[in-house]
């Protein structure tokens, strides 16, 4: 996450959409555990955005959106969507500004989070998501809330695992940040920029996590490596900087919780630094029947180091709250 510590290719573009909706919430065709898995690895052309995406599954299963967070990108998914592709339409894009995801070329663009959400809105529309399963994750949540309270009709249920939504989510680590938001002056600007070095990136990843060698080390180089080019740092300072309008969406999203009331699974890391505990249990204060697992020995990648864990949960989550197929009967 773009937090302070405590201490411290691609194939040639598509937008086809696939031969069936997605997203209906209708069933799932059934699939054995031997089906092989084929994980499309394509561009959309978004409004002139080059949207880099993965997407593996039946074209008309029940639809799910993986929403990845800082410094990441779809990459993060690639061993969950396999688990998941069994039964759903699982569908993963770069957000812009990260992975291999292309912003067009020179639009003024300010990489705020609903700059963010546009493109992201836009593409779930070109691919034909019509109603989704949502997962988010760090920065990727307050993209999907705002998805959500746009059109909670399109919501079939949420999978959070460390996307925050309260504000006692927030650890002391986010202090520098909360300097930024209100005076983001260079004082308070260019200490930041040591977020985005090597050794805090895989600190992120490390932190909290037993044993750290649950960890695979091509997760953060892979990360480090589109950090380190030109121009990243400053559209990640514009990321974080605008991070602030997220805690001002709190109370519209909490209403859409309360209205809504969408089925919601908060899976989180119980030793994350940035996003603590205390920001999974509040999602009962709005949703009563939320569930909430806390996995000990994870910190913020839980999925990264604890993916069995959260596949498996998330499997029976959504095998639970997403319609299920219907015996079609045999012809006489």
Known sequence: MLGASASAIAAPPSTEPPTAASGAATAAPTATAASPIVVRHDFADIDGHRVFYREAGPADAPAILLLHGFPTSSHLFSALIPKLAQRYRVIAPDIPGYGLTEVKAGAPFGYTFDELTQVIARFAEVRQLKRYALYVFD???PIGWRLAVAHPEQITAIVSQNGNAYEEGLSPGWAPMRKYWADPS??????????????????????????????????????????????????????LLDYRSN???????????RR???????????????????????????LPRAEIHLIEGAGHFALVSHGDEVARRMLDFLDRQLPRPSPVPSPR
Request: hydrophobic share 40%; proline share 12%; aromatic share 12%.
């Open 186 to 239: 260079p004082a308070n600007r260019e200490p930041l920029r040591g977020l985005f070095k090597l050794e805090t990136t895989k600190w992120q990843y490390l932190e909290g996590v037993k044993p750290p060698e649950r960890v695979a080390p091509e997760h953060y180089l892979l990360d480090q490596s589109f950090l380190d080019r030109p121009g990243q740092e400053d559209i990640q300072l514009a990321v």
């Open 247 to 257: 805690l001002k969406q709190y109370p519209a999203l909490h209403d859409y919780f």
């Open 139 to 141: 920065i990727g949540a």
């Open 260 to 286: 809504h009331q969408p089925p919601l699974l908060a899976i989180w890391g119980a030793n994350d630094p940035f996003f603590l505990p205390a920001g999974a249990k509040a999602f009962q204060k709005d």
